[in-house]
């Protein structure tokens, strides 16, 4: 009986077989998970996976194949941007051919100023591989935020070649932990954030997008050696912004031969200078939306060509818009500078300071009440000043005369019930009863 209680060796070594193999599973999962596999919070990356490796083996030669690439290339800029950003996009390159430390940037401006583009094409002009996360997705993330965020810094180590990590919309969860009501999931995955870049990498580079910048918490101010600002295109930025497109949207495809797309015959290098001046305030990516309409407007007409008057149609609309889009952006800003700020109580003896229940009276009608009480509660208001004056035009003196006929009148009438006048029922001040 007791040999049949006791488990026999064998079952004993199979149980800790499957317990030891169930462990390295996990562990070899999780390995493989970190070094190939991409993070729930990276919505794009240059980094292919084992599954992309398998599915598109041209597609991963080719990328591994792939050459430097010039960080600029299809990136309008100012003259003083563009400078200020190769010089950007050099140092990284050396910093990585040397293995040195990355050098976080903050890039700010209105949107669609070419953040992401350049973003992209300094990683490839490095050789390094990119990845995109916006920082919208992290709140929604909850409790697993702090998990999925030290995922991504894991992942991000793992990379032979050095990993450019562009935050998008960064302010959406990078914001002032003093100030700002944040949830506590939030909070935890912005420290987490901030431990894992707290000290620079030579593995990874981190650069952050916004347009609110201000919004930041000083331990991001802190992180961040370089600090970019994208401005709106000026008139020849834009000049090249529009032949830009014009090739690309309605050139290449009416000169291609194989789209149902022709174009008319105009001074297209004199167009391109008139619409650069009409969309003075407009950003590169209202621009580039301006050659897809061109062509979308030649793929519906019925010969399939485009005229100048289509492309001015074009403009009239564009235009439109943005200045509809900038009138709405001024709308907002004018609601939030005139919200009143909250109610506080007054201090003491200021007029109006004495309403209870949260009813406080306004200040410009104070003195008027109080002149109209006054005489009932025989207060001798100080005299008015500057001309202050009645609802009558005349000067109100609680001290006259008329002034204490009227207080007497109005005692009276306050002691009246049902139609009779009651005599005064004031006790006397001897103590005998009334």
């Known amino acids: 009986m007791l040999a049949l209680a006791t488990p026999p060796h064998g079952l004993t070594l199979l149980a800790v077989g499957v317990y030891s193999a169930r462990n390295a599973t996990a562990v070899a999962g999780r390995y493989i998970e970190a070094r190939l596999g991409k993070p729930s919070l ?50 990284t390159r050396n910093t990585r051919q040397n293995n040195g430390l990355y050098r ?30 916006t920082g919208g997705d992290v709140a929604p993330m909850g409790r697993d935020g702090v998990t999925a965020m030290h995922k991504v810094f894991d992942w991000a180590g793992t990379s032979r070649r050095g990993l450019l990590l562009f935050v998008d919309e960064a302010d959406a969860f990078l914001r002032k932990r003093a100030t700002e009501k944040i949830s506590e999931d939030l909070r935890a995955t912005l420290n987490a954030f901030l431990y894992r870049t707290g000290e620079q990498s030579n593995k990874f580079m981190l650069v952050l997008a916004s347009n609110q910048p201000e919004q930041f918490d000083w ?31 309605v050139l290449e495809p009416a000169t291609g031969g194989r789209q149902r797309m022709k174009l008319a015959q105009f001074d297209y290098g004199k167009k391109c200078s008139e619409i650069a001046k009409r969309t003075e305030g407009m950003s590169g990516r209202e621009i580039s939306k301006l050659g897809v309409a061109w062509q979308a407007a030649a793929y519906s007409s019925e010969d399939g060509i485009l005229t100048e008057a289509m492309i001015d149609a074009r403009v009239d609309d564009a235009v439109k818009q943005h200045h509809q889009k900038m009138d709405w952006l001024r709308g907002e800003e004018e609601a939030k500078s005139l919200t009143p700020p909250p109610l506080s109580p007054l201090p003491a003896g200021v007029p109006g300071s004495g309403g209870k229940r949260g009813f406080t009276l306004p200040l410009k009608d104070t003195p008027r009440a109080e002149e109209a009480i006054a005489p009932v ?7 008015p000043s500057d001309g202050d004056q009645s609802a009558g035009g005349k000067r109100i003196d609680s001290t006259g005369p008329g002034c204490e006929a009227e207080a007497k009148t109005v005692k009276g009438d306050l ?17 005998s009863p009334v």
């Open 104 to 133: 976080n940037i903050l890039m700010y401006g209105p949107p669609g100023t070419g953040k992401t583009l350049f973003a992209k094409k300094l990683a490839m002009h490095s050789g390094m591989d990119y990845a995109i996360m």
């Open 377 to 383: 509660l025989d207060i001798n208001l100080p005299s």
């Open 219 to 249: 331990a991001i101010n802190d992180r961040i050696d370089e600090i970019v600002n994208f401005d709106l295109p000026g008139l020849e930025e834009r000049e090249r912004l529009v032949r830009l497109y014009f090739d690309k949207y």
């Open 42 to 91: 990276v919505r794009e990356t240059s980094r292919f996976t084992v599954a992309e490796a398998i599915k598109h083996p041209v597609k991963t030669a080719r990328r591994l194949k792939s050459k430097p690439q010039d960080a600029l290339e299809g990136v309008v800029l100012n003259p003083s941007l563009e400078e200020r950003v190769r010089d950007i996009a050099i140092a």
């Open 415 to 431: 002691n009246q019930d049902d139609g009779e006048r009651k005599p005064d029922q004031t006790p006397p001040k001897d103590g």
